[in-house]
């Protein structure tokens, strides 16, 4: 079983900034593709960025340049740097974690970019 566990969610000003943490708990040595989603109000869970256990790393069209996805494989941990945070980047952020191909979803963790 994975326990997948966001932090570092929420209230910023637009033009800001924001770390959100996501540490998996696992027995299992490795883990593969570690992930974030995001789902605003009235609409689907979108991707935002994902890396693999090598480091490389996927983002949406929507926060390239503004978002860096990183991880710790020795803290089993994924983090996403969130800058010139804009209004519309408000939403929950759910982490995911890949473990023999199964994905575990975290709880989620609110961002919202008002002034």
């Known amino acids: 079983q994975v326990q997948v566990v966001e932090s570092g969610g929420g209230l910023v000003q637009p033009g800001g900034s924001l770390r959100l943490s996501c540490a998996a708990s696992t027995r299992i040595f490795s883990i593969d593709d570690m992930g974030w989603h995001r789902q605003a109000p009235g609409k689907q869970r979108e991707l935002v960025a994902v890396i693999t256990s090598g480091g490389s790393t996927n983002y949406a069209d929507s926060v390239k340049g503004r978002f860096t996805i990183s991880r710790d494989n020795a803290k089993k941990t994924v983090y996403l740097q969130m800058n010139s945070l804009k209004p519309e980047d408000t939403a929950v952020y759910y982490c995911?974690?890949?473990?023999?191909?199964?994905?575990?979803w975290g709880q989620g963790t609110q961002v919202t970019v008002s002034s």
């Open positions: 995911n974690a890949v473990v023999l191909g199964r994905p575990s």
